[in-house]
């Protein structure tokens, strides 16, 4: 098995961005949903509820993000300051201390949902940790919805679009590492593994959401697929599960390419 794809969510709930390689950290990929969107109650918002920030596109740039979607004037928003005002964000039932991006970042994505809302930032000094019940007392993330890092499995995908009237691609489910399985969710039954040179520890199934049924090109809702057809052979006590969360025991790289081994069952 290997790597075949690579991917990073600056902001949560907008397009991903393919990488050929990328950076581990103890909280996710470098750049990985570090930044934020909140209602006005400091509430995080995602495509869940609005499936139009799908269409959002981020780059990496020095100092901070670009930030566009078509016709409209692209955005540029600074990494804050360390000195910035600290406020607190709520992420499921984890809350949060995130720094504000700006009135500017704010009236730019207010205009577009036509809801009020801001733009966050998880400084280093930010620590969200992990769920106690699947990892360590040190382990932590960033705004991702539960763990530093999500895996699926092309042979899983395989086995979902046979199901499918209308197959749809891999980037339904917004993983971070894409690999090249040789059976369909065998990546259930694995404890550990190596990725390139780095060991993951493989914390819990991922619940999946409405969030699957998104085209993430135009960014609207599709049906029930293939969340509808997902559960009827994937519904576990965790939810409708598709594809692993993973914890790294280290930083490092990985790349597309990278061998895929399996250390425990």
């Known amino acids: 098995m290997q790597v075949t794809g690579l991917a990073i969510y600056p902001i949560k709930s907008t397009r991903g961005i393919p990488l050929e390689s990328a950076h581990v950290t103890r909280r996710g990929f470098e750049h990985d949903r570090r930044w934020l969107l909140t209602d006005e109650h400091g509430k995080f918002i995602t495509q869940r509820q609005y499936p139009e920030l799908a269409t959002v596109v981020t780059s990496i740039v020095d100092g901070g993000l670009l930030i566009t979607r078509p016709a409209v004037e692209n955005l540029y928003v600074a990494i804050p300051e360390e000195g910035a005002c600290s406020y607190t964000v709520t992420v499921w039932k984890d809350d949060c201390q995130a720094l504000d991006a700006g009135d500017?970042?704010?009236?730019?994505?207010?205009?577009?949902?036509?809801?009020k809302c801001r733009l966050f930032y998880q400084p280093e000094r930010s620590i969200r940790p992990t769920d106690a019940r699947y990892s360590r007392p040190e382990d932590h993330t960033s705004f991702a919805d539960g763990f530093p890092f999500l895996l699926t499995n092309e042979a899983s995908l395989a086995d979902l679009n046979q199901r499918l009237t209308d197959a749809v691609p891999m980037s339904r489910f917004r993983p971070n590492i894409v690999i090249s399985g040789q059976q369909p969710y065998e990546e259930d039954t694995w404890s550990v593994i190596r990725v390139g040179e780095i060991t993951f520890r493989v914390a819990?199934?991922?619940?999946?959401?409405?969030?699957?049924?998104?085209?993430?090109?135009?960014?609207?809702?599709?049906?029930?697929e293939p969340l509808f057809t997902l559960a009827q052979y994937r519904r576990t006590e965790m939810g409708v599960i598709f594809g692993q969360n993973l914890i790294p025991d280290r930083e490092g790289f990985i790349r597309i390419g990278d061998k895929v081994s399996i250390l425990e069952y």
């Open 104 to 115: 500017a970042a704010a009236q730019w994505f207010s205009d577009f949902l036509a809801i």
């Open 204 to 224: 819990k199934p991922c619940s999946r959401c409405v969030m699957t049924t998104v085209n993430p090109e135009t960014g609207q809702k599709e049906g029930r």
